[in-house]
Structure formats: structure tokens, C-alpha cells
């Protein structure tokens, strides 16, 4: 079993950053994958960056150069750094970690705003 806690959501004009965190706990050397998804309002979820455990990052069209994902193995944090933000980055971002042999774990979510 996996346990994710995010953190650092929160309002932002257009064009400020935010950073957000995971914090797995729980049965962590059988992570493989962790990443970040989110779901806007009225739209089905969708991927916004992976990263495995090799390191190897993988983003969305719409990540791509404004997103870092990150993940420090020894404090056994994800994060995601969010720059340039626009009103359509607006949604409950969540923490996602793929386990050995193929479970899915998924934050409870939270809320990034980005308005003027």
C-alpha cells in the first residue's frame, strides 16, 4: 500500500508560479512511476508529467517548457514546479504513483486557481 499527501495548491495570477508537493509514505520501494494529473471542471482528467524511477520525465503538450517534475528519492518527494501559469491550468491537480506489479495509488487532490 502507497499513501499520498499533496500540498501547495492555492491561487495565482496569470503568469505567477506555484510548486506543487507529494509525499508518498507507506510501502515506497515499490514505486515505479509517480506523476501528476489534474481535472478541470466539467473535463475528464488528464496527464500533466510523469517521472520514473530512472529519472526519465515525460510531460503534456501543454507542460512542456512551464512544468518541471521533479522527485527527491532521498526525502522521497514529488514535486512539481508550475511557471508561466495560464487561466486553463486551473483544475484539482493529483498526485499519482504506479506500484509493482501495476497498482495504481492517487492523492485526494488539490486546487490550483489561476485568475486575475
Known amino acids: 500500500q502507497v499513501q499520498l499527501v499533496e500540498s501547495g495548491g492555492g491561487l495565482v495570477q496569470p503568469g505567477g508560479s506555484l510548486k506543487l508537493s507529494c509525499e508518498p509514505s507507506?510501502?515506497?520501494?515499490?514505486?515505479?512511476?509517480m506523476g501528476w494529473y489534474r481535472r478541470a471542471q466539467g473535463k475528464q482528467r488528464e496527464l500533466v508529467a510523469t517521472v520514473a524511477s530512472s529519472g526519465v520525465t515525460s510531460y503534456a503538450d501543454s507542460a512542456k517548457g512551464r512544468f518541471t517534475i521533479s522527485r527527491d528519492n532521498a526525502k522521497n518527494t514529488l514535486t512539481l514546479q508550475m511557471n508561466s501559469l495560464k487561466p486553463e491550468d486551473t483544475a484539482v491537480y493529483y498526485c499519482y504513483a504506479l506500484s509493482w506489479p501495476q497498482t495504481n495509488y492517487w492523492g485526494q487532490g488539490t486546487q490550483v486557481t489561476v485568475s486575475s
Open positions: 507507506g510501502d515506497i520501494s515499490s514505486i515505479l512511476l
